[in-house]
């Protein structure tokens, strides 16, 4: 699959070809602060940016000069560690003439009696040749030697590169370099090596003896993946009896001529097994090989087994046997160990962007990759360490992270320092270290952790989307799910050419999985709703935790179903797409303690074989046409969401609570009647009024969540329905669902409007709006408007909360930081709040006043910021204006209405 051309090797081939994986480069940015910086301008400037690598092995570590391009660096790097270490790099890199001389040199060592009475895995299988008592005495298959010995797979990637992607080509090239040596004879029926001269008596007392080890019938699960795509894999035994040989059993098994025409994959999974795909090898290749010869495209093209080959990244023809089998440097006996579909399955799933979280949260059918990243809030393995991952399955290189400084002014405040805003570039590249895509963001953020993994995620999830769109051709991929403000750079060439097995594999099955199904979605029926109403209720940004079983049941059965997937406690945020959308909606319509059950269409059979341990028997063959899959959760747990926690932790009477005493006190003072609650939320203002002394008569809140304003009124008809400090004096309180940027005629003219941080919940454009249509349509005599101080911010996210690492890179000054709330579309300084205000304020006759609430007021200002509108007007003018045909206009509805004593409504 790769090729490469022969020129003398680089640096840093050498030192992979001496460390391989433990060779660690990690390349930093170096900023080199160009001289002709304009200070002051509000543009990112063009800062020229160095790099500098720092070079890890073993016992070494490197670090290089400053260069403008990475690659640079990194060779250079690689050049100082091979001065230091004195690797001559002639030796390191043969010629492919000078390996194959290595290689007969390697076979014959391999033939030796010192070696018969090493360890070597490879003893085992020369241990039952020499047991053998037919024609094959004393034959080893020389793929048994492609499987043993990583010298001899090492030195035939120096005869042909293709070898480490091809295992047919290593036993061809094995068997070439047999044939050529004088002393070690292959068979003439096959593929194999036999021993001439004849054996000291020693050493095959020791291998016959099978000293320490004991023969015994073993049985062990393996997993058949036929090479036909239209055919589901299947569980399979491997009987190995006392005396058989595992390669001849597994030969029988494929219908091989005999166990030399057997070929292995390398191992995959986890780094100790023996886990490795086994195969026969097409007659016709092996002549081709022979002769030199190119086999045609389209043959492979039949042949090749894509499920396999996928996962193992290397060429495998025909159908294919999983097993777990074989000799290690550890014992002399034969290791099995059972390899399931669900093991198989689990690495497939494992290879999608997002398989691996999945898996790794042990909840495939819950989990979904998250849409955006806060370090508080994320459970499970980190998107960085997803995406080195991602690439590793795919064996792409590592991704490289570059991370570059960006000055950006705050408001118009010149004198302010230009705070280092950082902002990270990702680049995957190729097998062949070409760019697949480089990815820049717009965001920027003070800490080099936190863009890292905002990209990571970004790339995760680009990944993603194109894994749901395999069938892309070229021309489609040039800006397929990308942003607008995103820059990405994609090589569509290059893509398809490096995940060209996607399609074939994933085509059928796991994609479609994760194609999204708004229609079904939005149709999340509850039942069984169990328990006590808490009132404890996930809300957006909250870490919710719940437990819950998935179930599978045929349609029209009613028994229990087959549990496939359990999880006894499972954290997520709500609001980041953290978990299938179902669940969300199931858990933010429930409050702790309680239960309640919901119906999804199955996922493809490969995705609830991954999850089942267990036999999945009951299972049908193919698709689940006829089942569902029932989840049955509870809420045990709300952690409050940020701003939350925040504004309790800091502020005595919580910031909340001193928001409604502000109130109050103008409600009191002026008198009101009638107060409008302009995006009431679940009510808190509404139900806090209730316990104050006011002369209020008639509440109304208005928002446009259905689910908050239903809690809203179960909140209001509890506190009614008992003895409460207002129910006096008050005549009635209505909730209506609609937005505040529409005109209702029933809220004109109010004494009171409150509006109790709700515009930093809209766009800034919608904020105007609702401001316009305030003060100039619904003309509350008093309009109040709170919202977060921008300016604020560092005080409460330098100081320690609970769950916030310590950072000391978080500065004195008042720097960027994150918004309180991840669902804040905006969050205003002082002068951008009192902009929008004062504009609002002339233009429709209000005067207005800056208040607060939390903190002196002092700099940098109070914590919630308030404006207070006071309508210029006197009652009776305005009633002469007319409010037109508009007052008729009645958008809003009603969800719950309180008369006196009497509810309506639902
Ligand atoms: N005022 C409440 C809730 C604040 S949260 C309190 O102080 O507790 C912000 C609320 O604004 C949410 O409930 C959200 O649904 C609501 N909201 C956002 N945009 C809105 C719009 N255009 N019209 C009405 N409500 C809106
Ligand atoms: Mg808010």
């Known amino acids: 699959m790769v090729t490469m051309k022969k020129q003398p090797p680089t640096p840093k081939a050498i030192i992979h070809q001496k460390f391989g994986q433990k060779a660690c480069y990690r390349v930093e940015e170096v900023a080199d602060v160009a001289e002709n910086l304009c200070p002051g301008l509000a543009v990112p400037q063009q800062t020229k940016i160095k790099y500098r690598c720092i070079l890890e092995l073993p016992d070494l570590t490197i670090s290089s000069g400053t260069f403008t391009r990475k690659k640079d660096a990194e060779q250079s790097a690689a050049q100082i560690a091979i001065d230091k270490l004195g690797i001559e790099a002639n030796e390191q890199i043969p010629t492919p003439e000078g390996a194959f001389d290595e290689l007969i040199a390697r076979l014959n060592i391999l033939f030796t009696d010192e070696f018969l009475l090493s360890n070597h895995p490879l003893v085992g299988h020369f241990r039952v040749a020499f047991k053998r008592e037919d024609t094959l005495f004393g034959l080893v298959p020389i793929s048994a030697i492609a499987i043993c010995d990583s010298k001899v797979n090492s030195i035939c990637k120096f005869v042909d590169i293709r070898a480490e992607s091809d295992p047919s080509l290593l036993l061809y090239l094995i068997s070439k370099a047999a044939k050529a040596s004088t002393s070690l004879p292959t068979s003439y029926n096959g593929f194999f090596i036999q021993k001439q001269n004849r054996m000291l008596p020693e050493a095959t007392e020791v291998l016959v003896s099978s000293q320490g080890c004991e023969s015994k019938n073993v049985q062990t699960e393996a997993v058949f993946i036929p090479v036909d795509l239209d055919e589901e894999v299947k569980e399979l035994k491997i009987d190995i009896c006392e005396d058989d040989y595992f390669l001849d059993v597994i030969a029988n098994t494929l219908k091989a001529r005999d166990s030399s025409h057997i070929l292995a994959s390398r191992t995959v999974g986890k780094a100790s097994s023996e886990m490795r795909f086994y195969f026969t090898a097409p007659e016709c290749l092996f002549s081709s090989l022979a002769k030199n010869e190119e086999v045609s495209a389209t043959y492979f093209e039949a042949v090749v087994n894509k499920r396999a080959s996928y996962i193992s990244g290397q060429t495998i023809y025909g159908d294919a046997i999983l097993a777990n089998v074989g000799y290690t440097w550890r014992s002399s006996n034969l290791l099995c160990e059972d390899v399931s579909l669900c093991t198989y399955y689990r690495m497939l799933l494992g290879q999608l962007p997002d398989g691996y979280y999945k898996l790794s949260r042990e909840a495939v059918l819950t989990a979904e990759l998250p849409s955006s990243y806060s370090r508080a809030n994320w459970r499970g393995f980190l998107p960085k360490d997803l995406l080195f991952f991602f690439c590793r399955c795919h064996r792409l290189p590592q991704p490289i992270f570059c991370v570059q400084k960006v000055a950006i002014l705050e408001g118009n405040d010149t004198t302010s320092d230009n705070t280092n805003f950082l902002r990270c570039e990702v680049r995957i590249l190729s097998r062949s270290e070409e760019p697949l895509i480089i990815c820049s963001f717009p965001d920027t953020y003070r800490k080099e952790s936190d863009a890292i993994q905002n990209s990571a995620l970004k790339v995760l999830n680009w990944f993603k989307v194109y894994f749901r769109q395999l069938d892309l051709l070229e021309n489609e991929l040039h800006s397929f799910g990308i942003a607008p403000e995103e820059s990405f750079k994609l090589y569509p060439r290059a893509i398809l050419q490096e995940f060209s097995l996607w399609t074939f594999v994933f085509a059928k099955s796991l994609c479609n999985y994760s194609k999204p199904n708004r229609v079904l979605e939005n149709r999340v029926v509850l039942s069984n709703i169990e328990g006590p109403d808490s009132g404890v209720i996930p809300s957006a940004g909250s870490v919710t935790s719940v437990s819950y079983e998935a179930r599978l049941l045929r349609e029209g059965d009613d028994g229990k179903g087959y549990l496939v997937e359990k999880n006894e406690e499972f954290e997520f945020e709500v609001g980041s797409g953290a978990v299938i959308y179902p669940l969300e909606v199931c858990a933010t319509q429930l409050s702790v303690d309680q239960s309640a059950k919901f119906t999804v269409v199955p996922p493809p ?20 046409e006829n089942w569902r899959l029932e989840y049955e959760v509870k809420v045990l747990h709300v952690a409050a969401p940020m701003e939350e926690r925040m504004e309790t932790a800091f502020f005595s009477p919580p910031l909340s609570k001193q928001r409604v005493e502000f109130a109050v006190r103008h409600i009191n003072k002026s008198h009101a009647l009638s107060l409008v609650d302009f995006g009431c939320g679940s009510g808190s203002l509404l139900d806090s009024l209730l316990d104050h002394n006011t002369c209020l008569e008639k509440l109304v809140g208005v928002d446009i969540s259905i689910r908050a304003l239903t809690r809203a009124a179960k909140v209001l008809h509890q506190k009614l329905s008992k003895h409460c400090a207002m129910r006096e004096c008050l005549k ?51 309009l109040i408007v709170s919202t977060p101080n921008y300016e604020y ?26 918004f309180r709330n991840h669902d804040h579309k905006f969050e205003w300084t002082r002068g951008q709040f009192q902009k929008w205000a004062n504009d609002l304020a002339s233009k429709h006759r209000y005067s207005v006043e800056f208040s607060g609430v939390g903190g002196s007021g002092d700099e940098p200002g109070f914590a919630s910021q308030i404006a207070v509108f006071k309508r210029g007007l ?16 009645s958008p809003y509805e009603l969800l719950w209405e309180w008369c006196g004593n009497r509810e309506r409504g639902d």
């Open 793 to 818: 911010n560092p005080i409460l996210q330098r100081s320690s909360l609970p769950n916030k690492e310590e950072d000391p890179e978080e500065g004195e000054k008042p720097g960027p930081c994150r």
């Open 605 to 624: 059979r490969d995705v609830i074989l991954a999850t089942t341990r267990t036999d999945p028997s009951y299972l049908p063959d193919t698709h689940l």
């Open 732 to 782: 009635s309180a209505v909730l209506y669902d609609g937005s505040i940027t529409d005109f209702d005629a029933r809220l004109y003219n109010f004494d009171i409007g409150t509006c109790i941080e709700v515009i930093e919940h809209m766009e800034e454009e919608q904020a105007q709006q609702f401001g316009d249509i305030a003060l100039s349509k619904f003309c509350p005599n008093i």
């Open 874 to 889: 006197l009652r009776e003018e305005r009633n002469n204006e007319s409010i037109g045909m508009e007052s008729f206009c």
